[in-house]
């Protein structure tokens, strides 16, 4: 293995917290590659619009729209993100509400991981791009 390849993680050994670590910047590029999709520009107008996508709220009822839609494997994953343990909840989300989110990061980190752009592109759109409003 040349020194630019990388070795696979091992999935069922990384921590929760690993993993939501890792979502949460997948489901931030998301975001960010959908904002300048739509022509915002200014750092300002993205930071901005880009809080509609990534906060506790928002994340959960986006994993509320695609729940149905994932697959068994992809439905453990986010059950074991949101069932983790949350020490520290955001004033403006509930218990449940950071707890899905934490599930959410799980699974696209998940997604990430075993390279599968397509299944996020996927779920992204349907979590977020379908709805009427964010």
């Not at 996508?53 to 009822?61: D, E, F, G």
């Amino acid at each position: 293995m040349s020194e630019h390849e990388k070795s696979p993680l091992p999935l069922a050994e990384l921590s929760c917290a690993a993993l939501a670590y890792l979502g949460d910047s997948v489901l931030e590029l998301c975001v960010r590659e959908h904002l300048i999709r739509q022509g915002l520009s200014s750092a300002a107008h993205l930071n901005a619009a880009a809080r509609d996508y990534v906060t506790a709220p928002a994340q959960a009822r986006a994993m509320q729209r695609i729940l149905p839609m994932l697959t068994d494997e992809e439905a453990a994953v986010f059950r074991r993100g949101r069932n983790n343990i949350h020490a520290n909840v955001p004033k403006r989300s509930t218990v449940a509400e950071y707890r899905a989110a934490t599930g959410m990061e799980c699974l696209f980190a998940y997604l990430y991981l075993t390279q599968n752009q397509a299944r996020i592109d996927e779920l992204f759109a349907l979590a977020y791009l379908k709805s009427e409003s964010v």
